[in-house]
């Protein structure tokens, strides 16, 4: 006989299969596919005190006749919360693998690590077909979520596969793992309950303090310091992401040609930003940009000077200054062709990539050339050929105008403290988040 959900009953507590039907059943619709087994399935264990849907943290108990219950409310809070979520499965974020990375400090951090149980389970399984079944055949979710349902894989250059998450998903499991972390700090010994898989009865309230909204604190400290600092990575986790202020931070982001620190960052816009690099020079302009230099364009015009060095030069780092000229300053350039069934509407053809000759430090051979890949027309077609110093001139009338606030405040009224010697470009190989 199947569990039936009997709202009021012990104190609104309901049994564990109740609540995977009761969970099944609100999140029929979501766009964010949800697991049939929330409760009862791995990576959920009810002994462990807690038992995570989406970014919440739902508490579970041991009722009478010793079987594991959870509160019905907090079920339908958290299933409300994921209904709510709204997904572009086009968006596309790069989850793994990333070779020859070098490791993060040791933090107290959640058991959940979303992102290597999911390399694991890839690696292991061979097949996404076989990928998240455990013994039995039951399936193995995270925070509720069946992520096989959504992950993409792709292929590059014939070998390897790379895997990717709509960047929905990925802003909800990095709140999960946030979320888990507080959960265990606010109180002792719920660390130790939860690696043993003691019993552990707690209650679905425990006041902890939300991530606090970043006030320019990290201004001017330099990366290759901070980054080796004694708990800056659990510092960092107390911050709001200071790009979309909503999910909390995860990474220090920083600028790698003056190598200072911007803000703590979350995941989600960490990888936003990162340029989409071909080889070291070469990078396509894919659609992410379009919140970069479109949709969000102040925020991330003022995340980017928080750098000294592209403050008092007005500047963007050579990469997204690339992009920048390819997207914007080279828009009209771009041949387009007519849409299909007899449409008078017109598309951009090909896809852009953008590559340069030389580097910053070295304006006068620095070299942009714009170029279009995959063009009926002729495929590596060649729009233009622009100077970095000129591509730098245009983008600062372009911000004067775009973002008046920002460029106020940028100029070389306060060059004193930078430094003599930059670094070099470091080219965005994918291999580490924590590096961006």
């Known amino acids: 006989m199947s569990d039936r959900v009997i709202p009021g009953r012990a104190g609104g507590l309901i049994t564990l299969g109740a609540a995977d039907a009761l969970w099944a059943g609100l999140t029929n619709g979501s766009e964010v596919p949800a697991a049939s087994a929330a409760f009862t399935s791995p990576s959920a264990d009810a002994r462990s005190g807690y038992v995570l849907l989406g970014s919440r943290v739902v508490a579970t108990v041991q009722a009478g006749g010793g079987l594991w219950s959870v509160p019905e409310a907090e079920v339908r809070r958290a299933a409300a919360e994921l209904n709510a979520v709204a997904m572009d499965r086009r968006d596309l974020v790069r989850i793994g693998p990333f070779r020859g990375a070098p490791k993060r400090e040791r933090m107290d951090g959640p058991p959940l690590r979303w992102r290597p149980q999911i390399t694991r389970e890839l690696r292991e399984s061979g097949t996404l077909e076989r990928t998240g079944r455990h013994e039995g055949g039951r399936p193995h979710h995270l925070a509720g979520i069946d992520w096989r349902r959504v992950l993409v894989a792709r292929t590059r250059d014939h070998t390897e596969r790379t895997w990717w998450l709509p960047r929905a998903v990925v802003r909800l499991l990095d709140a999960a793992e946030h979320a ?53 990575s659990r510092k960092v986790a107390g911050w709001r992401c200071a790009v979309c202020r909503t999910a909390p931070a995860a990474v220090l982001d920083h600028c790698h040609e003056h190598g200072y620190v911007r803000a703590p960052v979350c995941h989600s816009c960490n990888t936003q930003e990162r340029p989409d690099h071909l080889y070291g020079n070469d990078i396509r302009v894919a659609d992410h940009y379009t919140p970069l230099f479109h949709t969000h364009t102040a925020d991330w015009l003022r995340h980017w000077h928080r750098c000294p060095g592209c403050r008092t030069r ?104 930078l430094p003599t010697r930059f670094r070099p470009v470091i080219a965005d190989g994918g291999e580490d988040l924590a590096l961006f």
């Open 180 to 232: 888990e972390a507080r959960w265990l700090r606010a109180a002792p010994g719920r660390r130790e309950a939860s690696a043993a898989g003691g019993r552990q009865a707690t209650s679905p309230r425990h006041p902890t303090a939300p991530p606090r909204a970043y006030d320019g604190e990290l201004q001017g400290h330099v990366y290759s310091v901070l980054s080796r600092k004694p708990g800056i």
């Open 314 to 417: 007005t500047t963007l780092p050579l990469p997204h200054l690339a992009a920048w000229t390819a997207r914007i300053s080279c828009r009209a350039l771009r041949p387009t062709h007519r849409e299909p069934r007899g449409s008078r509407a017109r598309r951009p053809c090909g896809v852009l990539r953008v590559s340069w000759t030389g580097s910053q430090n070295t304006p006068r051979s620095c070299l942009l050339t714009v170029a279009v890949d995959f063009c009926p027309s002729g495929e590596h077609r060649v729009l233009a050929r622009v100077p970095y110093r000129e591509a730098v001139e245009r983008f600062g009338a372009w911000l004067a105008e775009t973002a008046p606030a920002v460029a106020a405040a940028a100029g070389p009224d306060s060059l004193e403290g």
